[in-house]
Nanobody
Framework: QVQLVESGGGLVQAGGSLRLSCAASGGTFSSYTMAWFRQVPGKEREFLAAITWSGGTIYTADSVKGRFTISRDNAKNTVDLQMNSLRPADTAVYFC????????????????????WGRGIQVTVSS
């Protein structure tokens, strides 16, 4: 059973940085895409970034490009999201997700295409 556990969230002031980490277990991840999403209550889940497990190919949403960077550490089975220049609008619950294979950007952005999700972690950016 694939399990994903997020860590690294919390409270930060506007302009600050946070690094989220997602620890993956229970699967053979060499062909898995790993992704980060976020959600604000009452709004749809928003795609942020995705990375192939072995190839390092990355796709980042335009809304966070230049501020958020996804990376992975295969030795540790972790995928990180470095978030810089944070804004109050970045306040949300952040989720790690994974699926097999890669795909074109529309498919990468679709949350319903990811069968495995972490529980999410709160990030709060104060003004």
């Amino acid at each position: 059973q694939v399990q994903l556990v997020e860590s690294g969230g919390g409270l930060v002031q506007a302009g600050g940085s946070l690094r989220l980490s997602c620890a993956a277990s229970g699967g053979t991840f060499s062909s898995y895409t790993m992704a980060w999403f976020r959600q604000v209550p009452g709004k749809e889940r928003e795609f942020l970034a995705a990375i192939t497990w072995s190839g390092g190919t990355i796709y980042t949403a335009d809304s966070v490009k230049g501020r958020f960077t996804i990376s992975r550490d295969n030795a540790k089975n972790t995928v990180d999201l470095q978030m810089n220049s944070l804004r109050p609008a970045d306040t949300a619950v952040y989720f790690c997700a994974t699926k097999t294979g890669w795909g074109y950007p529309p498919a990468l952005r679709r949350g319903r295409d990811y069968p495995y999700w972490g529980r999410g972690i709160q990030v709060t950016v104060s003004s």
